[in-house]
């Protein structure tokens, strides 16, 4: 799956869809558009602030620009969650594993290791062939009888 297919598949074919199974290439390329959007937002706005700011930096086209990264940041939030929900489920573990692991995250200790857990988690191969949630995103072809 290449870098636009990804794309358009998790937002606008799979936008908040938590069944199913997501591949490496998938969430990766997806992650990338994310930040690659935010990097040009957050140069956007650093060129205006510098451009015209005063003392403060702070202008109306900063601050619109600040708000279009706020709304874009709202609107990536369910992706976001459903394209890592469905890679876990590529792995055979259960998307509630995430979200324990999430809410884990906000504990000041255990950030780094819930962190480093979804991360490992996001970077394994998934199982091959079809498990309980779906078939293989790979190869959707390899039926569960040719393992059996």
């Given at each position: 799956m290449g870098f636009t297919e990804a794309v358009r598949t998790v937002l606008m074919q799979k936008y908040a869809t938590f069944s199913g199974r997501a591949s490496r290439s998938?969430?990766?390329w997806f992650q990338l558009f994310y930040w690659l959007i935010l990097l040009a937002l957050g140069v956007v706005a650093a060129l205006a602030a510098s451009a015209t700011g005063g003392p403060d930096g702070f202008s109306s086209l900063v601050i619109a620009v600040g708000g279009i990264a706020a709304l874009f940041v709202?609107?990536?939030i369910l992706p976001?969650?459903?394209v890592q929900v469905r890679r876990?489920?590529?792995r055979n573990i259960s998307g509630w594993w995430f979200l324990a692991l999430f809410i884990l995250s906000f504990v000041p200790y255990l950030k780094v290791i819930a962190g480093l857990t979804i991360f490992v988690i996001t970077v394994l191969r998934g199982t091959d062939g079809p498990n309980r949630f779906g078939p293989d995103?790979?190869?959707p072809e390899v039926r569960a009888e040719v393992f059996a």
């Amino acid at each position: 799956m290449g870098f636009t297919e990804a794309v358009r598949t998790v937002l606008m074919q799979k936008y908040a869809t938590f069944s199913g199974r997501a591949s490496r290439s998938e969430v990766w390329w997806f992650q990338l558009f994310y930040w690659l959007i935010l990097l040009a937002l957050g140069v956007v706005a650093a060129l205006a602030a510098s451009a015209t700011g005063g003392p403060d930096g702070f202008s109306s086209l900063v601050i619109a620009v600040g708000g279009i990264a706020a709304l874009f940041v709202l609107a990536m939030i369910l992706p976001q969650l459903s394209v890592q929900v469905r890679r876990f489920h590529d792995r055979n573990i259960s998307g509630w594993w995430f979200l324990a692991l999430f809410i884990l995250s906000f504990v000041p200790y255990l950030k780094v290791i819930a962190g480093l857990t979804i991360f490992v988690i996001t970077v394994l191969r998934g199982t091959d062939g079809p498990n309980r949630f779906g078939p293989d995103p790979l190869r959707p072809e390899v039926r569960a009888e040719v393992f059996a």
